[in-house]
Nanobody
């Protein structure tokens, strides 16, 4: 059974930082592409950042330069360091794991709220 368990969300003031973590089990982590998505109320889920099995990263334009995605294959974790947070970053953040083009898994989500 595949499980992706997120942690690290919470309430932070604008300009602050949070670090999200996703612990994976039951998945061939070393060959999976991992990513973080987010969904704000009334909006579609969108890709925030991704990291390939080789370590190549990609970011949404809205977070590039502020967020950093990283993976640790030995610990089977993928993290998202979020700096200079803005109110528009408020959303539920989801961990995603993908094997090939047809198989993907989702975590349960963690709430990030940026507000003063």
């Amino acid at each position: 059974q595949v499980q992706l368990v997120e942690s690290g969300g919470g309430l932070v003031q604008p300009g602050g930082s949070l670090r999200l973590s996703c612990a994976a089990s039951g998945i061939s982590f070393n060959i999976a592409s991992m990513g973080w998505y987010r969904q704000a109320p009334g909006k579609q889920r969108e890709l925030v950042a991704g990291v390939s099995r080789r370590g190549d990263t990609n970011y949404a334009d809205s977070v590039r330069g502020r967020f950093t995605i990283s993976r640790d294959n030995a610990k089977r974790t993928v993290c998202l360091q979020m700096n200079s947070l803005k109110p528009e970053d408020t959303a539920v953040y989801y961990c995603n794991g993908r094997l090939g083009v047809t198989t993907e898994y989702w975590g349960q989500g963690t709430q990030v709220t940026v507000s003063s």
